[in-house]
């Protein structure tokens, strides 16, 4: 049986486009996720202080205080949110928010698994009891 020579070609160029398609797909999920993930942990606003953001953020999972270079710093540790978007984006660690004396935002961490920067922070600052 004689076979078209670029029958070959041909399915070789169906099979790359169909897994370019799929692998697209991938990454245009991923980018959801990704923007899905944020608005869920994102503070409502920039300017936001404690008590709004207490009554208006996300559940907090942990409020706890920390004495860092001579200032009471509060540090809310929120819940990794239950959506579809978790599934995909796999945080290793839950959203923390950072609050200075006065109760303005001064920091936000959207994964405290892999942040060195809240890592940095933790280091130098002195957990109170209350």
């Known amino acids: 049986m004689r076979t078209f020579p670029f029958a070959r070609t041909s399915s070789c160029l169906i099979w790359f486009l169909a897994l370019l398609l799929i692998g697209g797909a991938g990454v245009g999920l991923l980018f959801r996720a990704m923007d899905v993930y944020g608005r869920h942990i994102a503070p409502p606003r920039k300017d936001i202080d404690l008590d709004t953001f207490l009554?208006?953020?996300?559940?907090?999972?942990?409020?706890?205080?920390?004495?860092?270079?001579?200032?009471?710093?509060?540090?809310?540790?929120?819940?990794?949110?239950?959506?579809?978007?978790?599934?995909?984006?796999?945080?290793?660690?839950?959203?923390?928010?950072?609050?200075?004396?006065?109760?303005?935002?001064?920091?936000?961490?959207?994964?405290?698994?892999?942040?060195?920067?809240?890592?940095?922070?933790?280091?130098?600052?002195?957990?109170?009891?209350?």
Do not use: M
Not at 68 to 85: C, L, S
Not at 91 to 101: K, L, M, Q, T
Not at 107 to 117: L, Q
């Open 55 to 130: 009554s208006e953020g996300p559940a907090p999972f942990r409020i706890e205080r920390f004495l860092k270079e001579g200032q009471t710093n509060t540090v809310v540790t929120g819940k990794v949110p239950d959506t579809w978007a978790s599934w995909i984006i796999l945080p290793s660690g839950p959203p923390a928010y950072i609050f200075d004396e006065s109760g303005k935002l001064i920091g936000f961490v959207s994964d405290t698994g892999e942040n060195a920067w809240l890592r940095t922070w933790l280091s130098g600052a002195v957990p109170l009891q209350e």
